[in-house]
């Protein structure tokens, strides 16, 4: 009987110990991962920003030109503005929250459809 405990309890201390290695490559996989994706979450919203900047100046020289030559933009855009593209309501915002995610929290990410009426 108690021979039998004692093989039980090899057997179990060895599973153990597996489990523990286990758990600590998942460990190791998941802090990887989760570097690779606040590096990749990062870089995301560098070229966001980047492109929101673009796309200001652009809509900046439409409307310039569209004031400094309004005959020759009205026939170049036949929806008449030049700032018809200005608010885009199927394209919000998007806005990083302020606090900062910790350990292996998800970045929470909130859409802001009245950001543009700020960047006025």
Not at 12 to 29: G, H, I, Q, S, W
């Amino acid at each position: 009987m108690l021979q039998a405990q004692r093989e039980m309890l090899a057997k179990f201390e060895k599973t153990n110990e597996m489990l523990l290695n286990c758990n600590a490559l998942a460990t190791a996989r998941i802090d990887y991962a989760y570097q690779e994706f606040r590096r990749h979450t990062h870089l995301l919203l560098d070229i966001k920003k980047d492109l929101d900047g673009v796309f200001r100046r652009i809509r900046k020289l439409k409307s310039n030109l569209g004031k400094r030559y309004p005959d020759a933009f009205a026939a170049c855009s036949p929806a008449g503005s030049p700032t018809d593209e200005d608010e885009d309501p199927s394209h919000p915002q998007i806005k990083r929250s302020s606090s900062q995610p910790t350990s292996h929290t998800s970045m929470i990410v909130v859409a802001d459809v009245h950001s543009s009426q700020e960047a006025s």
